[in-house]
């Protein structure tokens, strides 16, 4: 028994092979059972098949060499173009500790109490109050007392309407006239 290439091309080839095969495993028929008989026959198609892919492949590489060295460095420079750009376009981070001191002079003050209650400011708003009063933007404020930009601005919306006032400025000097900071 042999297998050789028939002058018809692979149509008769394949016959031939499948009654190889299948003539010589004949005597095997009865110890194994059909489903251990297809798993052997589907393993020898699948070791013919990848020997076939294998043989396809290597006559590829060489008859395309070439081209497949100009592939592998063109996805080397994209590679490496990716990581470049990446590199560059990424956002540097800086990190500082800046401390801040407050002057020695100044003297913590209380508010008067009577005046807090009369006017019906809360804590927080005394707070923020003081904040202002130090010439704080908003975020520098939110910052300093550790709560959001909005919370901020519903606190000086509030001591504007107790107050009595319309812009930062008014509200400090009024602040100062009455006693609360």
């Known amino acids: 028994m042999g297998i050789g290439w028939s002058q018809y091309g692979g149509q008769k080839f394949r016959l031939f092979l499948i009654f190889t095969v299948s003539a010589s495993l004949a005597p095997m028929t009865r110890i194994l059972t059909k489903f251990q008989f297809l798993l ?5 198609l699948g070791g013919l098949l990848s020997l076939m892919a294998w043989s396809q492949y290597r006559f590829m590489v060489i008859d395309h060499a070439i ?3 100009i592939l592998l460095i063109a996805v080397v420079f994209v590679g490496v173009g990716v990581w ?5 376009s990424a956002p540097k981070v ?14 913590t003050y209380e508010p008067d109490q009577q005046t807090v209650d009369q ?10 109050l003081v904040e202002l009063a130090k010439g704080l933007s908003n975020e520098e404020i939110a910052s300093n007392l550790f709560v959001s930009t909005n919370t901020v601005k519903t606190h000086l919306a509030n001591l504007y309407t107790k107050l009595d006032v319309k812009r930062r400025t008014q509200a400090v000097e009024k602040a100062r006239a009455v006693g609360l900071i």
């Open 119 to 128: 006017l019906g400011i809360s804590p927080r708003e005394l707070a923020v």
């Open 94 to 107: 800086i990190e500082k500790t800046i401390v801040v001191s407050e002057p020695a002079s100044t003297a």
């Open 84 to 88: 470049v750009g990446l590199r560059w």
């Open 40 to 44: 052997l026959y589907g393993l020898v």
């Open 67 to 69: 081209e497949l060295y």
